[in-house]
């Protein structure tokens, strides 16, 4: 404190992070000295850190963009086929009042009875459907998570009778397409009906997995009524005739028109509510033939119930059948290989082909872009520094910054337990600009002392600790800049951090490694280029250009 210092003396903070600067350009000075006269040593530490990061990124978990806390979640309702409406209405109460029991976070409920939200959007509606869409208080005022409030939800529903709930959150479906996607392509239905269903619990007994449906599982009830036309002949009835009945059965016939004033309202004719309009109530609706005779439907036609999907996909003019899931508590990546494993071990049958897709396909199409796009940034950069200095060895000593970035990028990601997706992916691209610049700051003041009169090794002993302090201050002015980014919180704040986590953390450890790495590899390279040009005389583009 001032009190204990003498009267009119001051900590001056600046004077002490001078005497800092200092003290680490002294030691940096003795490092390099070190590092030159011991170059295997060196190098060796360097490679031996990268191939244990190599083996430590089997570690890092995979997917494809990261899972953001909206607050949001949507509770679908589906009940059977036919479902009255004030039915459905009941279950969806009684669905809020669970939700509301058995999670004290929530701020709002909107329900919606007769169909989805995208079904009640195209103005199409289901008495047999039913929606919740939950908005849970803001992140920093509650202890759980959404996916936590998900799954305790999916755990309390899950014996609600006659209903089937699916519950997902907001960030599963801000994506293009589910996080799983198998389809299974063939000719025959009934056969990729078994398949969907040998799918379906393959599929669920996978870790993590959540909401799997078939594209074939939703059905409507069919009943087929098939005219025996000769025992009909024998009553005098024909096939339009019964399939007539039966159409008033079931909608009634409109017999006339009634006019109030400007208006006319069709007169239909209903049969009674309690007659029924299932299988055995169809067999015996009585039918009234010409000559007077009351015929029970059953004797002159065949009537059969099943079930019928209500909707059948093609792709390339061939059945499919896709069987989808969202994931809960693991990553993409792990899932995705376990589902891999499991649906290696089942046998197609002959003419039937089995493909993923969804997130896992979108997973490796953008890996495969960034990774492609990775190796152009790198391939340019070089293409211009080697323009720049008029030289090829130079850019590619300044080149050797970038597997140190790698080691910093797998440990960051290993400490702070972040996934590696697309967007960690975007900040290793944009960490390739970054990088190199301490290492051409370095190497060009080795070049311009050399060009001074001074020998190699004493011009990188002078270079490296005069280029220390605007190295140090420009790799620490962006790592504090992106640290909130990296270790904010906040709704959202998921998307950005494993992309400032790469950008920190490789940048760090490339500047502390290059340091040392590139005044060695400067070195050796010089000598090497030495032995070759005493061994071919001077070749032209060969040659090291140490004056640049």
């Known amino acids: 404190t001032d009190e204990a210092l003498p009267e009119g003396k001051t900590i001056n903070p600046v004077i002490h992070f001078g005497r800092l ?15 030159l006269q011991n170059r295997k040593k060196e190098v060796g530490f360097t490679v031996a850190l990268f191939i244990a990061s190599v083996a430590a990124g089997a570690l890092i978990v995979t997917e494809f963009i990261p899972n953001m806390d909206q607050g949001e979640l949507t509770v679908n309702i589906d009940m059977p086929a036919g479902t009255k409406v004030e039915e459905t209405t009941q279950v969806a109460r009684e669905v809020e009042s669970i939700a509301r029991e058995q999670v004290a976070e929530i701020e709002q409920v909107f329900t919606s009875v007769g169909g989805d939200q995208q079904m009640a959007f195209l103005g199409a509606s289901s008495s047999d459907q039913a929606s919740l869409t939950i908005k849970l208080v803001p992140l920093e005022e509650r202890d759980i998570t959404t996916d936590q409030a998900a799954e305790k939800l999916r755990r309390a529903m899950q014996d609600i009778p006659g209903a089937d709930i699916t519950i997902s959150t907001e960030s599963a479906m801000a994506y293009s397409s589910s996080a799983i996607d198998i389809s299974v392509r063939g000719d025959d239905l009934e056969v990729l009906e078994q398949l969907g269903v040998l799918l379906e619990e393959t599929v669920n007994k996978v870790a993590g997995t959540r909401n799997v449906e078939s594209s074939l599982s939703e059905v ?16 005098g009835l024909s096939a339009n005739q019964i399939l007539l009945a039966v159409s008033t059965n079931f909608d009634g016939r409109v017999v006339g028109r009634m006019r109030t004033g400007d208006d ?5 004719m209903l049969y009674p509510e309690d007659a029924g309009q299932g299988v055995d109530s169809l067999k015996d609706l009585t039918i009234v033939s010409p000559t007077g005779a009351r015929v029970p439907l059953s004797i002159v036609a065949d009537i059969e119930s099943s079930h019928i999907p209500q909707q059948i996909q093609r792709t390339d003019e061939t059945r499919e059948v896709k069987i989808t899931a969202d994931i809960s508590g693991r990553d993409a990546g792990s899932v995705n290989q ?6 290696g071990k089942l046998k197609m049958p002959a003419g039937y082909e089995l493909q993923f897709g969804g997130q896992a396909e979108d997973m ?12 152009l940034s ?26 140190p970035t790698f080691i910093g990028a797998v440990f960051g990601l290993l400490v702070t337990g972040k996934h590696l997706g697309v967007t960690a992916m975007i900040g290793a691209i944009m960490l390739v600009g970054i990088v190199l610049n301490n290492s051409i700051v370095l190497v060009d003041y080795i070049n311009v002392l050399r060009r001074r009169g001074h020998p190699r ?3 990188i002993l002078m270079a490296g600790p005069v280029r220390l302090r605007p190295i140090l201050m420009t790799a620490l002015v962006t790592v504090l800049a992106i640290l909130p980014m990296a270790f904010g919180t906040g709704e959202g704040s998921e998307a950005q951090a494993p992309m400032a986590i790469v950008i920190a953390f490789g940048l760090t450890f490339s500047t502390l490694i290059t340091l040392v790495l590139v005044p060695v590899v400067y070195a050796s390279l010089d000598d090497f280029s030495k032995k070759m040009s005493s061994a071919f005389g001077k070749l032209s583009g060969f040659k090291f250009n140490r004056a640049q």
């Open 364 to 375: 490796t199409e953008s890996f495969t872009s960034l990774g492609l796009a990775l190796l």
């Open 264 to 268: 006319e309202v069709d007169v239909r």
């Open 338 to 343: 376990d589902l891999e494993t499991e649906l």
């Open 378 to 403: 790198m391939l340019l950069v070089f293409m211009v520094m080697c323009a720049q200095f008029e030289s090829v060895f130079q850019p590619f000593i300044i080149m050797f910054a970038l597997p």
């Open 220 to 235: 409507n009830n069919e009943m087929r009524v098939t005219v025996d036309r000769e025992q009909a002949a024998r009553y």
């Open 21 to 35: 600067i200092g003290l680490l350009k002294a030691y940096y000075g003795r490092l390099i000295a070190w590092s």
């Open 457 to 459: 090794d004493e011009a």
